[in-house]
């Protein structure tokens, strides 16, 4: 996983993903870099922690994400034709959203975080980059 903002790396990492033994959640884990960029090091979210699941009734999927400043938060998520999104309001004035594609056979997949004040003008975050090795 390699995180970046306006092309330049923030770090390097490794991210996992696997199946609960449940199956009925899939478990992200994102190590720390072994090199964090010096604009991220005092804010820096590893390691990162996340379960994704679907309520099988509705069809809705939610991830619920934890991080290594005490960030705690559910995004609601979809997925579909290799498109992956992601959003939520972590508070009054603070909205997120992630926008992702899954290339090939899902070895590779390229995404942007983006925050915004209001939930209409949106800026960029971070990039993200999650590739099998």
Same mark, same amino acid.
């Given at each position: 996983?390699?995180? &970046? ?14 199946? #609960?033994? &449940? ?5 992200? #884990? ?9 604009? *991220? ?16 009734? &509705? ?23 290799? #498109? *992956?999104?992601? *959003? ?24 942007? *975080? ?20």
């Amino acid at each position: 996983m390699e995180a &970046s903002i306006d092309g330049q790396s923030m770090g390097r990492s490794t991210a996992m993903f696997t199946w #609960h033994d &449940s199956r009925g959640f899939l478990i992200m #884990h994102v190590d720390p870099p072994q090199a964090i960029a010096r604009q *991220w090091q005092e804010s820096s979210p590893f390691p990162i922690d996340a379960a994704i699941g679907l309520d099988d009734h &509705s069809g809705a999927f939610a991830m619920l994400y934890a991080d290594a400043r005490g960030v705690c938060r559910i995004y609601r998520m979809s997925f579909e034709d290799g #498109h *992956w999104e992601m *959003w939520g309001q972590a508070g009054p004035g603070f909205h997120q959203r992630f926008e992702a594609t899954v290339r090939g056979d899902g070895r590779l997949v390229t995404g942007r *975080w983006e925050a915004s004040d209001d939930g209409e003008s949106w800026k960029p975050d971070f990039d993200v980059t999650y590739a099998q090795r």
